[in-house]
């Protein structure tokens, strides 16, 4: 139990289009979500935390108008990259927390989401 | 705050050669601590985890890592290296508030030697 799977795999497209990127929990609910961004040979830099039916709550720096979040039902959360540059190229993976040995909730990776911005 | 640091960027060993890499960890409370290994291009696969109990925890691939609380270390081992294991390992602690939201090391980069 406990897969989390993102979609797509990969994406490609052109700067200025917005990419939509979708996290799921497969055979559990999650309330919160994670949403994190990796560069080539680096480590992963949480970019914001999805709570389910409110507002996704931002890591300083990090362009909550550039990068939304919606987090509409227990299982799925969507980040969407609104006007994509190059320099928005990365990995992104998702993760969902999940009850684990009393109070705290586990987190769960998705298996990334590789978008290029040409 | 918590935070995690993995003194080593980047380690070769010959295989069959013992391994073990460096976690060091920040944290006001009892850590949630992983390993996962990141094959390039590859989503995060979880090795081993800590949460309570036996402070040696044995994981997946044949690795172990102990917990020690008076050195804040979560060193992973694995007593003889495969030339499959090479790959990206990154230690992590959960913490018990913010949903449990992961701080990651910069991460540790094996390379194993034929």
């Known amino acids: 139990g406990a897969v989390v799977s993102q979609h797509p795999s990969w994406v490609i497209c052109k700067s200025g289009t917005s990419v939509k990127i979708e996290c799921r929990s497969l055979?559990?609910?999650?309330?919160?979500m994670f949403w994190y961004r990796q560069f080539p040979k680096q480590s992963l830099m949480l970019m914001a935390t999805s709570n389910e039916g409110s507002k996704a709550t931002y890591e300083q720096g990090v362009e909550k108008d550039k990068f939304l979040i919606n987090h509409a039902s227990l299982t799925l959360s969507t980040l969407t990259v609104t006007s994509a540059h190059p320099e928005d190229s990365s990995f992104y993976i998702c993760s969902a927390g999940r009850p684990s040995g009393g109070s705290y909730n586990e987190q769960f990776f998705g298996p990334g989401t590789r978008l290029t911005v040409l | 705050a918590q935070s995690v640091t993995q003194p080593d960027i980047h380690i070769t060993v010959s295989e069959g050669a013992s391994l073990e890499l460096r976690c060091n960890y920040s944290y006001g409370a009892t850590p949630y601590l992983f390993w996962y290994v990141q094959s390039p291009g590859q989503g995060l696969q979880l090795l081993l985890k800590y949460f309570s109990g036996d402070t040696l925890v044995q994981g997946i691939k044949g690795f172990e890592a102990e917990f020690k609380r008076s050195q804040s270390s979560f060193n992973l081992r694995k007593p003889s290296v495969h030339w499959s294991d090479a790959a990206e390992y990154f230690c992590?602690?959960?913490?018990?508030?913010?949903?449990?939201?992961?701080?990651f090391g910069d991460g540790t980069t094996l390379t194993v030697k034929p």
């Open positions: 992590a602690v959960g913490a018990n508030t913010n949903a449990g939201k992961s701080t």
């Open positions: 055979d559990f609910q999650a309330t919160t």
